[in-house]
């Protein structure tokens, strides 16, 4: 009895985890266009941010505010069909100023990231 | 055959039940990574393995020059999403010059910690816990306590993401702490050499001072640090024992430990010095590395998430 017990202890923890070998992490963000914390002359069409994990598209969000508070993007945020680590969103055509961008990403395990940073449009 | 279903049940809502989203060392946009030499401030599911450590050891008080070795390893597993246990065991090895080497398991450590508060807004944690080193399950060559030792404790965890931006190359700036008093059952015991020795209350504080280079570049300024710096965190950790009674008040040991912590997507490495400040504390300065893995990004369906509780 004892022999059979230890037998479906192995099967169980043996099948637990093959089912959990794909293993995914926390969507760190590794780039961003424009560039985290960067100063640019023209001001960008888009906001494209590229992480290290495939991301949950309907929980990943991402929006892009002005110096005042004011959402700026066009509110078409989405993960990239072709490239699922990247979450991007287009922009209108800003003027120049600072403006911040603020993300929350979900990786396909539903590990959740966020973080926030700024650009600063032609000054 | 009630066997069968139980484990069958365990299974299916192994790899079913929602996933608690939240992990290792989050708090908002901050990622605290687990520190070599001071106790984390937030409860997850990791292991430490090996954690090695290869120090000289004080000669004061006539003791022989000694180099202490030692091997550990360190896990922690999540109950509910807030609280979790642990346990550590440490295999140490003492050579001389004289008299060769002895070796043996340091007594086995247990632990449990529960997540008081976190503030996403702040980059702040709170913990309290209690670490048991059980008396009797290490080794007597090695010195091990044959009585049990308690030590309640608060861990807290700060970072600064949350000053202005007039100083936003501080923002990456972290500070994690550990501070808890070791309650020895015993008083006092009989000695190898038949002597009475005394075992006081001690006082110990460890704080780890962080510079994230991940957090410098994800949401301050990206200053295009390539692999593997863009993952680096610096730190000094600073870890200190006072006794408090029993003959031994104020004889403080005291190490400071500059090193760094790269982390990668499911595991992190650290390597530090460690010096220390006073005779009493060392001989000399030693060495401390750790490989550490973080269990809920490697297996984030079954081991590496609560066992009860924590939802999406």
């Known amino acids: ?123 | 055959m009630k066997f069968r279903m139980f484990f069958a049940a365990a299974l299916t809502a192994a790899v079913t039940l929602p996933i608690h989203v939240d992990a290792h060392g989050f708090a908002g946009k901050r990622f605290f990574p687990a520190t070599l030499t001071t106790d984390d401030p937030f409860v997850a599911d990791e292991l430490s393995l090996p954690t090695v450590t290869s120090v000289p050891n004080s000669t004061s008080g006539g003791a022989p020059q000694t180099r202490e070795t030692d091997v550990g390893v360190d896990m922690s597993k999540r109950i509910t999403p807030d609280f979790g246990v642990g346990f550590d065991e440490t295999w140490q090895n003492f050579k001389t010059e004289e008299d060769g080497s002895v070796s043996g398991f340091a007594n086995l450590g247990v632990s449990a910690k529960y997540l008081l508060l976190k503030s996403d807004p702040s980059e702040f944690l709170l913990s309290v816990g209690l670490d048991a080193e059980i008396g009797g399950t290490g080794s007597k060559n090695v010195g091990a306590d044959e009585f049990s030792t308690l030590t309640p404790s608060i861990f807290f965890g700060k970072g600064f993401g949350d000053l202005p931006e007039s100083v936003a190359l501080v923002r990456p700036f972290a500070v994690t702490g550990a501070v808890g008093v070791d309650f020895p059952t015993e008083s006092r015991s009989a000695g190898q050499d038949g002597e009475i020795e005394r075992h006081p209350h001690v006082l110990n504080v460890g704080v780890a001072i962080e510079y994230s280079m991940l957090y410098l570049q994800s949401n301050v300024r990206d200053i295009e640090l390539g692999a593997p710096f863009n993952h680096m965190i610096p730190m000094v950790e600073v870890n200190l024992q006072t006794p408090l009674d029993r003959g031994a008040a104020g004889q403080t040991t005291a190490t400071i430990n500059p090193g760094f912590v790269w982390s990668g997507q499911f595991m992190q490495i650290g390597l530090e010095a460690i010096v220390p400040v006073n005779d009493r504390s060392g001989n000399g300065p030693g060495v401390i590395g750790q490989i550490h893995f973080y269990l809920d990004d490697i297996f984030p369906k079954t081991l590496g998430r609560p066992i009860f509780g924590g939802t999406p």
């Open chain 1, 1 to 123: 009895m004892r022999k059979t017990r230890w037998l479906w202890f192995i099967c169980a923890t043996a099948i637990a985890s093959v089912q959990s070998s794909v293993a995914y992490g926390h969507a760190m963000l590794e780039r961003a266009e424009p560039a985290v914390g960067s100063t640019i002359e023209e001001a960008p069409t888009m906001v494209r941010l590229h992480f290290s994990e495939r991301l949950e598209p309907a929980f990943s969000a991402l929006r892009v505010e002005d110096a005042a508070g004011k959402t700026v993007d066009r509110g078409d945020t989405r993960v990239d069909p072709d490239d699922s680590v990247v979450l991007e969103v287009s922009l209108p055509d800003l003027p120049h100023g600072k403006y911040r961008v603020i993300w929350r990403a979900v990786s396909v395990d539903t590990h959740v990231t966020e973080g926030d940073f700024t650009f600063t449009v032609g000054q």
